[in-house]
């Protein structure tokens, strides 16, 4: 215990008699424990994370995110999760009530997402009247294909190195016969759907996204022009 509470680099004497006096039965391995938070909690008020700024002006700055929200660019650069896709809804439709005329510009690099999460931000996509341009960087697999392929006709790209991989829903069951019935059933329902996004975006038939995504299907940004994913390569 004596160690523990002399050990400079964990905390101050004083906060280890503020911790004893508020926890007076408090065993060492747990009073370790506690005064690293408290060392950690210190340091991140003191040293906080900074957001990169963008000098605008003589005296105005302003953080990268909104720099990019005010030039209607919105970036997808993580798996499409339930938070992801509030964000991602939230800014789309900011941006739509501010202006139903300029353009949306996605920038996509994410090789996987939850199917509702990615539904989500397609309906907004469906439901505001702003163009939407797509850009594929990077990688883009799975299900968020179909966000690139969402974009307007015509305003669908990728850079030149850019990976695209087109595959079946992936999803998994367990419990009794019954809820693995269930869960399968909601699984094929799923992979429909998402075929048929596809094949709305792309021309193609549902049996041929059916087939392009049977199996691990790796493609090149001139593949994915061919099957009418994208528009365009940009050099």
Not at 208 to 232: K, T, V
């Amino acid at each position: 215990m004596r160690s523990l509470l002399c050990c400079g680099s964990i905390s101050t004497s004083k906060t280890n008699l503020r911790v004893l006096h508020v926890y007076p039965h408090i065993d060492s391995f747990s009073l370790h424990i506690l005064l690293r938070r408290v060392v950690l909690n210190a340091r991140r008020e003191r040293d906080p994370i900074i957001a990169p700024v963008i000098k605008m002006g003589e005296e105005d700055f302003v953080d990268l995110n909104s720099h990019l929200l005010r030039n209607r660019i919105i970036f997808l650069g993580e798996r499409i999760n339930d938070q992801v896709a509030v964000k991602t809804v939230a800014s789309l439709i900011a941006l739509n009530t501010l202006s139903t005329e300029e353009e949306i510009k996605i920038y996509i690099n994410s090789a996987a997402g939850s199917s509702y999460s990615v539904v989500s931000i397609l309906d907004t996509l469906r439901a505001i009247k702003a163009p939407v341009s797509t850009v594929a960087f990077g990688m883009v697999g799975g299900n968020v294909v179909q966000i690139l392929a969402a974009g307007r006709k015509g305003q669908r790209f990728s850079m030149p190195s850019t990976r695209i991989l087109l595959q079946q829903p992936n999803g998994g069951a367990q419990g009794s016969a019954d809820e693995v019935n269930i869960q399968t059933t909601e699984l094929n329902r799923t992979m429909r759907m998402m075929y048929k996004f596809l094949s709305e975006s792309t021309g193609l038939s549902t049996d041929r996204i059916e087939e392009e995504c049977d199996r691990e299907n790796f493609l090149s940004p001139e593949q994915a022009i061919a099957l009418g994913i994208i528009d365009a390569v940009i050099q």
